[in-house]
């Protein structure tokens, strides 16, 4: 939830921000005392919301979009009840408030259309896929692989030297074209998919190593928040992979808290890139 508020921060600022203009400025009507019809109504759909992710009713992409339209509403409700309480001291003309449900609605349509974690939504997609589109997808790649003289392995001699041929053909990917995330984004993108793509073909030829995947956050600055970010994007790296048809006891996970960030992170593109050891 903490990494979401954070990924959000931006539009939710604006949320509480339109309803403490709301607040102040929406006043018509006589002021009164009773709940007002729509902020009643709303007040049910939240709860049954609530009720929904806590019972796990909706999963991937429908559950986000539901907790991202509840915290835009929780936002844009304490902005208002804020802006009120300071310009006239009390709630009385909350259904007044209603004229600022229409910029909230377009708001969370834009964010939920551009600016969500839609990851999630990949992972959904991926998960809902049939067996055989799955198959089809893993043969496609091994096919690929098979006319790329960099996914060849010789897997002769001991683990040691496998590893070592491993990691330099990962590396050989890699270098070819960096896997680097957006700002603030835990996304696997169109750019980084068909480098990845190589890199399983290549892991799947990989056996009995194990393999690290190092992610970086956006800042050197080892707070929560960055250490929460490397981790995911590193999640998010693995999991595409074992969805490419990697096995997924090959991946050896990573403690973030006491990993030293590159020393790369100045703020360029080199602070977001992944990295991979074969062991």
Same mark, same amino acid.
């Given at each position: 939830?903490?990494?979401?508020?954070?990924?959000?921060?931006?539009?939710?600022?604006? +949320?509480?921000?339109?309803?403490?203009? @709301?607040? +102040?400025?929406?006043?018509?009507?006589?002021?009164?005392?009773?709940? &007002?019809?729509? !902020?009643?109504?709303?007040?049910?759909?939240?709860? %049954?919301?609530?009720?929904?992710?806590?019972?796990?009713?909706?999963?991937?992409?429908? %559950?986000?979009?539901?907790? $991202?339209?509840?915290?835009?509403?929780?936002? !844009?409700?304490?902005?208002? #009840?804020?802006?009120?309480?300071?310009?006239?001291?009390?709630? *009385?003309?909350?259904?007044?408030?209603?004229?600022?449900?229409?910029?909230?609605? /377009?708001?969370?349509?834009? #964010? &939920?259309? =551009? =600016?969500?974690?839609?990851?999630?939504?990949?992972?959904?997609?991926?998960?809902?896929?049939?067996?055989?589109?799955?198959?089809?997808?893993?043969?496609?790649?091994?096919?690929?692989?098979?006319?790329?003289?960099?996914?060849? /392995?010789?897997?002769?001699?001991?683990?040691?030297?496998?590893?070592?041929? +491993?990691?330099?053909?990962?590396? #050989?990917?890699?270098?070819?074209?960096?896997?680097? !995330?957006?700002?603030?984004?835990?996304?696997?993108?169109?750019?980084?998919?068909?480098?990845?793509?190589?890199?399983?073909?290549?892991?799947?030829? +990989? =056996?009995?190593?194990?393999?690290?995947?190092?992610?970086?956050?956006?800042?050197?600055?080892?707070?929560?928040? *960055?250490?929460?970010?490397?981790?995911?994007? $590193?999640?998010?790296?693995?999991?595409?992979?074992?969805?490419?048809?990697? =096995?997924? @006891?090959?991946?050896?996970?990573?403690?973030?808290? *006491?990993?030293?960030?590159?020393?790369?992170?100045?703020?360029? %593109?080199?602070?977001?890139?992944?990295?991979?050891? %074969?062991?």
């Amino acid at each position: 939830m903490w990494d979401l508020l954070y990924y959000l921060r931006f539009w939710l600022a604006a +949320c509480f921000m339109i309803g403490a203009l @709301t607040g +102040c400025f929406a006043h018509f009507g006589s002021p009164q005392k009773r709940i &007002a019809r729509w !902020f009643g109504w709303t007040g049910l759909a939240t709860i %049954a919301g609530m009720i929904a992710l806590a019972l796990e009713a909706l999963q991937g992409p429908a %559950a986000l979009n539901l907790t $991202s339209a509840l915290l835009f509403y929780g936002f !844009f409700l304490s902005g208002a #009840a804020m802006g009120a309480l300071i310009k006239f001291g009390n709630l *009385n003309a909350h259904e007044s408030w209603a004229a600022g449900l229409a910029p909230l609605m /377009i708001i969370w349509l834009i #964010a &939920a259309a =551009s =600016s969500l974690p839609d990851y999630l939504v990949l992972k959904n997609n991926e998960s809902r896929a049939s067996p055989a589109s799955q198959i089809d997808k893993t043969s496609k790649t091994s096919s690929a692989s098979e006319h790329d003289p960099s996914a060849s /392995i010789d897997l002769a001699g001991d683990t040691t030297a496998r590893a070592i041929v +491993c990691q330099k053909t990962i590396q #050989a990917e890699v270098d070819k074209k960096n896997i680097i !995330f957006h700002r603030q984004s835990i996304r696997i993108n169109r750019h980084m998919r068909p480098t990845l793509d190589k890199i399983s073909s290549v892991i799947r030829r +990989c =056996s009995n190593s194990k393999i690290k995947v190092y992610a970086y956050a956006d800042s050197p600055t080892l707070n929560e928040m *960055n250490r929460l970010l490397a981790a995911r994007r $590193s999640q998010a790296v693995i999991e595409y992979l074992i969805r490419t048809g990697v =096995s997924e @006891t090959i991946f050896e996970t990573e403690d973030y808290k *006491n990993i030293s960030f590159s020393s790369t992170n100045d703020g360029t %593109a080199k602070s977001r890139t992944v990295h991979f050891i %074969a062991k």
